[in-house]
């Protein structure tokens, strides 16, 4: 595709559910990033994969959050039981090795996750 | 936490002038990247500066370096209506992003 996707747009959920959110890389990119923006602060990182294996998971702030990149291509973000402190804009980014030079990242427009 | 740290936080000028504004950041650094954000959803990718680099331009925009202050700058030229965003700095150490918390320029008509 022309860039990096993300579905939902917007998600309301309440707490205590658990919520999927998925991300299309674009098209030859390997590596895949998660981030998390709260109101008024810069993007955080969550994870790093380098094809199908999360390289970097540091990010995640504890066991209830998880991703997965089955085939090497779209992710997912799984949150279990949603607490509100999890409402924010989940984005997801997309670039060539890093490695192989200077790569830029390319961001999707994100998911605003609201736990009522 | 956040590595990068935007100054100023909020800056809003007349169409037509300049807008700079800096961005701190604490460890070594591969490149470091500017980023718009439009109604904090999507991240644009403005421009990369790498390590070795003090100064690069893309259009209107003019960024410098200086890596023994662990320092950057942006500045846009004859901003337009439709400069008034959100901007982030990001510093990249491998493949990880460290953003700041951004400047909010505001363009007036």
């Known amino acids: 595709g022309a860039g990096v996707s993300q579905t939902p747009s917007n998600k309301v959920t309440e707490k205590g559910k658990y919520v999927e959110l998925r991300c299309d890389p674009i098209s030859g990119h390997t590596a895949l990033y998660w981030y998390r923006q709260s109101l008024g602060q810069g993007p955080e990182f969550l994870i790093y994969f380098q094809g199908t294996g999360a390289a970097d998971d540091s990010g995640l702030p504890n066991d209830r959050f998880f991703a997965v990149r089955p085939e090497g291509s779209v992710s997912t973000l799984k949150i279990q039981r949603t607490e509100r402190g999890d409402s924010a804009v989940y984005l997801c980014a997309s670039s060539l090795k890093w490695w192989e030079k200077p790569s830029t990242q390319y961001f999707g427009p994100g998911t605003r996750l609201t736990v009522l | 936490s956040q590595q990068g740290e935007e100054d100023p936080q909020a800056l809003s000028i007349q169409e037509g002038e300049n807008a700079t504004m800096n961005c701190s950041y604490k460890?070594?650094?591969?490149?470091l990247q500017w980023y718009r954000q439009n109604s904090g959803r999507g991240l644009v990718h403005l421009i990369l500066?790498?390590?070795?680099?003090r100064e690069k331009h893309s259009g209107r925009l003019r960024v410098t370096l200086d890596t023994s202050k662990k320092s950057s700058s942006l500045l846009i030229t004859a901003s337009r209506a439709a400069d008034t965003a959100s901007y982030f700095c990001a510093t990249a150490h491998d493949y990880k992003l460290s953003f700041g918390a951004g400047t909010t320029v505001t363009v007036r008509a």
């Open positions: 460890t070594s650094i591969n490149n």
């Open positions: 500066i790498r390590s070795n680099e």
